[in-house]
Nanobody, 121 residues
Framework: VQLQASGGGLVQAGESLRLSCAAS????????MGWWRQAPGKQRELVAS???????KYADSVAGRFTISRDVAKSTVYLQIVSLKPEDTAVYYC????????????????WGQGTLVTVSS
């Protein structure tokens, strides 16, 4: 299984960004997918997830600014982020195959390598 995240970079506060995660070796159509992030000195947190049938869920801290979506034909999950804030600076990880609903990293079977988002003020 490979989860290849891309789309990170250096942006200014208030700008938008779309992260992509291309999945291979996983039965994408039937798997929940998620996006986590880890800011410097902080614990990894689940910011968004989407079920196999497309139902999204967001952390309270990002609701209204983050949108997760999936394209089954491309086996790709996206994270659209608008109105970026400096506190959004983090490495963003794509995850696949949720095994439980506990909001801990071990609940997910597969992890991508992460893509760095840096937001300047």
């Amino acid at each position: 299984v490979q989860l290849q995240a891309s789309g990170g970079g250096l942006v200014q506060a208030g700008e938008s960004l779309r992260l992509s995660c291309a999945a291979s070796g996983i039965n994408f159509r039937y798997k929940a997918m998620g996006w986590w992030r880890q800011a410097p000195g902080k614990q990894r947190e689940l910011v968004a997830s989407i079920t196999s049938d497309g139902n999204p869920k967001y952390a309270d801290s990002v609701a209204g600014r983050f949108t997760i979506s999936r394209d089954v034909a491309k086996s790709t999950v996206y994270l659209q982020i608008v109105s970026l804030k400096p506190e959004d600076t983090a490495v963003y990880y794509c995850t696949g195959d949720r095994r439980s609903y506990r909001p801990v990293p071990s609940s997910w079977s597969y992890w991508g390598q992460g893509t760095l988002v840096t937001v300047s003020s």
